[in-house]
């Protein structure tokens, strides 16, 4: 069956960094869009990056210059290089492989930002 297991979450300090990576199984990767979401306590979860099955990228504003998104089809992997860290990016990170007739999460991966 399909799984997607997220590692790299974690305590940082404001302005740190840390990369999450999700890595896929019992899936044809290369063919799905893969995202990051992410969801802070009492709010909705939303989409932080995407990264198409033929490589463009998208950012939601608030992580455009901070974040970036890379996939490796070779590995099934997808990470989230995670720069410039603020508290308010506090939240569970979840990794999702979505296309037409299709869509799969991780568990998810705690990111907290706080000194």
């Known amino acids: 069956q399909v799984q997607l297991v997220e590692a790299g979450g974690g305590l940082v300090q404001p302005g740190g960094s840390l990369r999450l990576s999700c890595a896929a199984s019992?899936?044809?990767?290369?063919?799905?869009?893969t995202n990051w979401y992410r969801q802070a306590p009492g709010k909705q979860r939303e989409l932080v990056a995407t990264i198409t099955s033929a490589g463009n990228t998208n950012y939601a504003d608030f992580v455009k210059g901070r974040f970036t998104i890379s996939r490796d089809n070779a590995k099934n992997t997808v990470d989230l290089q995670m720069n410039g860290l603020k508290p308010e990016d506090t939240a569970v990170y979840y990794c999702n492989l979505a296309r037409i007739g299709g869509s799969y999460w991780g568990q998810g991966t705690q990111v907290t930002v706080s000194s």
């Open positions: 019992g899936i044809i990767f290369r063919i799905y869009a």
